[in-house]
């Protein structure tokens, strides 16, 4: 991936996804991004209570699938047997992007606690919405979703965001242009 195409992903891109995944999470005061994204108005109608509803939904769902995609692109899935895999890119996809097109983009170590982590996230957020199944799956509640967006983040962080010489929590904190 040339520069400006590696640009365009860490300026837009994987903060878009950033977003996504932290929003109305409330327990991210301890990631790279030190920020609680939480705010909740009080509906005044049972109107605007329906509305608030469908929205936090909205959210949630698109909270599972930037974690799921976050995930997958620091080098991160369940493998069989529930172990942690390497994700890694499908010669039959040549156009998918990952960390390792980066300039410092290093896969995370699968045989890590942190990889065991985020396997975990990773299925249950496959389970709970990408892929919809019966049954039980791994947690994907508040606090996991938390913890593996804390180290997700900071390998962001360290790797492809320190080698271009930026932070990643300027662009995912950055108001929108007007």
């Known amino acids: 991936m040339d520069a400006p195409e590696q640009k365009k992903w860490l300026e837009t891109h994987i903060p878009h996804r950033v977003r996504a995944a932290i929003a109305r999470l409330n327990r991210l005061e301890n990631s790279v991004l030190r920020v609680r994204a939480f705010i909740d108005p009080v509906p ?25 995609w976050l995930i997958e692109f620091v080098g991160i899935k369940q493998g069989k047997g529930g172990n942690p895999a390497r994700c890694e890119k499908d010669p039959k996809y040549p156009d998918d992007v990952h960390i390792q097109d980066f300039d410092g983009g290093v896969p995370l170590n699968h045989q890590t606690p942190e990889a065991v982590t985020l396997a975990s996230v990773w299925k249950g957020c496959s389970q709970a919405s990408s892929h919809a199944t019966s049954g039980n799956h791994p ?24 080698t271009a010489g930026k932070a990643l929590r300027d662009f995912v904190l950055e108001t929108p242009p007007a």
């Open 44 to 68: 005044k109608t049972a109107e605007e209570e329906v509305y608030w509803r469908c929205a936090t939904d909205s959210i949630w769902e698109g909270r599972l699938a930037a974690t799921r």
């Open 139 to 162: 947690a994907v509640d508040e606090q996991s979703l938390a913890n593996s967006l804390a180290i997700v983040l900071e390998h962001l962080q360290n790797t492809i965001y320190q």
